[in-house]
């Protein structure tokens, strides 16, 4: 199979990213609980960590924009995003938008799978009562 090597210095950038999440302000000791455990969450504590989820998001994109916003020597080319190992082309920020997008897809085809099953539901209830 194929394993892919992160280097140290991707490491270190990723623990300071992991750091600065855990010691945000939004971060307090209940999304740290929620945060060890997932199967035994009920839907408010799921929905208070998706929203503490798009903030550190939020709060990356900030970190990052300000990395990446220092102004360019112009004898310096432009860095070229890295490539898979399949040659795909596709970047870290690639993979990371895709991830996201796959997780906000799957979250709305739940979403609409529940609707569906709910519809039903209250078909079922309106053909018995009618019925009566």
Known sequence: GL???V????EVE???LCDGFLNHDATNEDIKACLTDLKVLNKADFKRLLQWR??????RDILLNKTT????EEDEPAEEPTTSGDGTGTGERDKDADDEEAIQNEIAEMRAKKLRTKKRQLKKLR???AKR
């Open 54 to 59: 798009l903030k550190m998001q939020t709060h």
């Open 127 to 129: 053909a018995e009562a």
């Open 69 to 72: 916003d220092t102004p360019m």
């Open 14 to 16: 990723q623990q300071k």
């Open 3 to 5: 394993s892919f090597r």
């Open 7 to 10: 280097s140290d210095k991707e």
